[in-house]
């Protein structure tokens, strides 16, 4: 594998519900987000994150896969997943003050420490997927910036002050093969480990880095099945696109004897354990 991660930046994901239009509404009413597609027939809605990250609802239909051109690899959406938002340092209050408006119920947990305290939102939507709003330090010259920085975005005064996509939470039961695979076959930077619970931690970027501290990085995390912080799980059978030197790491997936296809948009790979990952050319930023 190469010395430095092929991986560069988080570029999106896909959410499997069971209401199209109710996800339409949520995801553009509480986060803000602009819905850039809304297809019932297809059964997939698509929100603009922000000028380099997206989002995606898929309701399953029948013969149906999420995106007909990851067909052949049983592209699906993720199921009860947890994955965070990147919000302003300063601005937790004003979330949860928005929360409250939609009569939406959360809970805080602090992440930090009491040196450098580091307060987390935590709330599910309506299809059980677990949110996260997580401060970020919105600072160019931050040498822990993402390839793509996070940057203010215009949100209705209505919405959360999201600015970004921050993680995404998955689980493999076998915990043991993932944390191996990971890094060989498509070279995740691996960051560190939890000592009281298989839980590995990937810096989505050039090498491993220290989480917290606010940092703007962006991040995938992989458990086994287990109930994690404020009650919830990874998401399974997940479909998570990310931005990378997709020649590497069609170059690492062959290796590997995993399962691809590659068109003009983009390298999309399925893992082992359902998942499918979608990887992305950053042409410019």
Same mark, same amino acid.
């Given at each position: 594998?190469?010395? %430095?991660?092929?991986?560069?930046?988080?570029?999106?994901?896909?959410?499997?519900?069971? &209401?199209?239009? =109710?996800?339409?509404?949520?995801?553009?009413?509480?986060?803000?987000?602009?819905?850039?597609?809304? #297809?019932? !027939?297809?059964?997939?809605?698509?929100? =603009?994150?922000?000028?380099?990250?997206?989002?995606?609802? $898929?309701?399953?239909?029948?013969?149906? %896969?999420?995106?007909?051109?990851?067909?052949?690899?049983?592209?699906?959406?993720? %199921?009860?997943?947890?994955?965070?938002?990147?919000?302003?340092?300063?601005?937790?209050?004003?979330?949860?003050? !928005?929360?409250?408006?939609?009569?939406?119920? $959360?809970?805080?947990?602090?992440?930090? +420490?009491?040196?450098?305290?580091?307060?987390?939102?935590?709330?599910?939507?309506?299809?059980? &997927?677990?949110? *996260?709003?997580?401060?970020? =330090?919105? #600072?160019?010259?931050?040498?822990?910036?993402?390839?793509?920085?996070?940057?203010?975005?215009?949100?209705?005064?209505?919405?959360?002050?999201?600015?970004?996509?921050?993680?995404?939470?998955?689980?493999?039961?076998?915990?043991?093969?993932?944390? *191996?695979?990971?890094?060989?076959?498509?070279?995740?930077?691996?960051?560190? *480990?939890?000592?009281?619970? +298989?839980?590995?931690?990937?810096?989505?970027?050039?090498?491993?880095?220290?989480?917290?501290?606010?940092?703007?990085?962006?991040?995938?995390?992989? $458990?086994?099945?287990?109930?994690?912080?404020? #009650?919830?799980?990874?998401?399974?059978?997940?479909?998570?696109?990310?931005?990378?030197?997709?020649?590497?790491?069609?170059?690492?997936?062959?290796?590997?004897?995993? *399962?691809?296809?590659?068109?003009?948009?983009?390298?999309?790979? =399925?893992?082992?354990?359902?998942?499918?990952?979608?990887?992305?050319?950053?042409?410019?930023?």
């Amino acid at each position: 594998m190469a010395s %430095s991660s092929p991986i560069l930046d988080l570029e999106g994901l896909t959410l499997e519900v069971n &209401h199209l239009p =109710r996800a339409a509404r949520f995801y553009h009413q509480v986060l803000g987000l602009e819905i850039v597609r809304l #297809d019932e !027939t297809a059964g997939v809605a698509e929100f =603009r994150v922000n000028t380099y990250q997206t989002l995606r609802c $898929w309701m399953p239909l029948t013969r149906r %896969s999420s995106d007909a051109r990851l067909g052949r690899l049983g592209a699906r959406g993720a %199921s009860h997943l947890h994955y965070a938002w990147q919000i302003p340092l300063g601005q937790l209050e004003a979330a949860k003050a !928005t929360l409250d408006a939609h009569g939406i119920s $959360w809970r805080e947990i602090d992440l930090g +420490n009491p040196e450098q305290p580091d307060p987390t939102v935590y709330f599910f939507d309506p299809f059980g &997927h677990g949110l *996260e709003l997580r401060m970020v =330090r919105l #600072d160019p010259h931050d040498p822990r910036a993402p390839h793509f920085p996070p940057r203010l975005e215009a949100r209705p005064p209505f919405a959360l002050p999201v600015v970004g996509l921050r993680e995404v939470a998955l689980a493999f039961t076998n915990y043991a093969a993932m944390k *191996e695979r990971l890094p060989r076959a498509f070279g995740f930077a691996c960051a560190k *480990e939890q000592p009281e619970r +298989n839980f590995a931690q990937f810096t989505l970027g050039p090498g491993p880095e220290e989480d917290g501290k606010f940092t703007p990085r962006r991040w995938l995390y992989a $458990w086994d099945p287990q109930v994690g912080l404020a #009650d919830m799980l990874g998401g399974e059978h997940a479909c998570v696109r990310f931005y990378a030197d997709v020649d590497e790491v069609q170059r690492l997936t062959l290796a590997a004897g995993l *399962e691809s296809l590659r068109d003009d948009h983009s390298l999309a790979v =399925r893992d082992p354990e359902g998942h499918v990952f979608e990887f992305i050319a950053a042409l410019a930023r």
